[in-house]
């Protein structure tokens, strides 16, 4: 939300209505949620390519001598090692092990670097950093505004790209950002995307969003290119066994708990926020693993909602984090963290309580789509 309490709009509100775009309240921003189907437009980024406006989410630039140095203190990941041009998933956590927030870091420099975080914890994560910011000779800027983000996922989104651009984008590997030119737009392209395919992030000035915009749509007519909303990009990540702040991360699950605890680095130099409690978290799932995220695949046709219980046996044995119909597999599925003792792919018995009833599902290995190389 903006200070006054109203819905905060992107540089392309303007297109997405004229566009017919079905909007939604996310996070205090008015965006799109569909245009049109959202099971066609999710076809679309599996099999062609679709068209995200991601401007809600939250760029934040740490600049200065020890950018770097607060960065590896303030984050749990090793960011003094990500060379320039490169990007790192991590996470900012709290002294007690606590996710705050999941992140990419972009080193766009030797002493530059962009976080970008999720739109709902862009006003934490800012928070966070400006105060371990202290003693450090680096400065914490709210970057917000100054940015643009339009996503193009899909396995025509290469060609898509490369018609608008002589940047190498052959070269830009998979967690990587380059700045080049895009349709005459100056850009930062990135390549990290959030649904399981191959695509691109493309970081501009508010002012020249419409402009690229129109010039994808173009690009991609004869190919399939269609716009999408959130709705899909939610069935996407799903699909794809990617986690979603809120959801399958929480200021009250540790990486550990998350089985993400690979993104903590111990080895890195100094201190960093909550390095004592992840060495507890650490120390306790070797000893008691905790709940394990499992993908949960339906025999029926009930759709399992964010926590809902899994059951066995008359048991609860956990619950459900994020389920909706998959395009893809033809029926629900559903991430939830569950007992170790039922986490196994094939464990039978295992159900969903619906309303009362309990659906059976089968458990299955994440992610439940991996695109063909």
Not at 202 to 218: D, S
Not at 291 to 307: I, N, Y
């Amino acid at each position: 939300m903006s200070s006054t309490g109203e819905l905060r709009h992107t540089a392309l509100d303007a297109l997405h209505r004229v566009l017919g775009a079905t909007m939604t309240d996310f996070a205090g921003w008015d965006m799109p949620l569909r245009y049109g189907s959202e099971r066609d437009e999710h076809t679309a980024v599996r099999t062609k390519a679709g068209l995200f406006d991601l401007s809600h989410m939250g760029e934040i630039t740490v600049t200065g001598p020890q950018a770097a140095a607060l960065l590896d203190f303030a984050l749990v990941g090793n960011i003094g090692g990500v060379k320039p041009g490169r990007a790192r998933y991590t996470m900012i956590c709290r002294a007690d092990g606590g996710i705050l927030d999941d992140l990419i870091v972009y080193r766009l420099g030797e002493t530059e670097y962009m976080v970008v975080a999720n739109a709902s914890n862009t006003q934490v994560v800012l928070d966070a950093l400006t105060e371990r910011a202290a003693g450090f000779d680096a400065e914490v800027r709210d970057d917000r505004d100054a940015y643009a983000l339009i996503a193009v996922q899909g396995p025509e989104s290469p060609g898509i790209l490369k018609s608008l651009t002589d940047a190498d984008l052959d070269g830009l590997k998979y967690y990587a950002g380059l700045p080049g030119t895009v349709a005459g737009v100056p850009a930062l392209i990135a390549r990290t995307g959030y649904t399981g395919e191959d695509g691109f992030e493309l970081f501009v000035k508010p002012e020249h969003a419409v402009e690229l915009w129109q010039a994808l749509t173009k690009a991609g007519e004869g190919v399939g290119l269609v716009p999408c909303g959130l709705s899909c990009r939610d069935t996407l990540r799903l699909e794809a066994g990617m986690p979603l702040y809120g959801h399958e991360l929480s200021t009250s699950l540790t990486p550990f708990d998350a089985g993400l605890g690979r993104v903590v680095k111990f080895e890195k130099e100094g201190d960093f926020v909550g390095r004592e409690a992840l060495r507890e978290a650490a120390a306790r799932a070797e000893q008691n693993p905790p709940r394990v995220l499992v993908g949960l695949v339906a025999e029926g046709r009930r759709v399992p909602r964010a926590g809902y219980a899994v059951v066995a046996g008359g048991e609860v044995i956990g619950e459900v984090t994020s389920g909706a119909p998959s395009p893809t597999l033809g029926k629900p599925i559903a991430m939830a963290y569950v007992d170790t003792a039922h986490a196994a792919p094939g464990t039978a018995g295992v159900g969903v309580d619906i309303r009362g009833s309990h659906e059976p599902y089968e458990v299955v290995a994440l992610p439940f789509y991996k695109r063909q190389k």
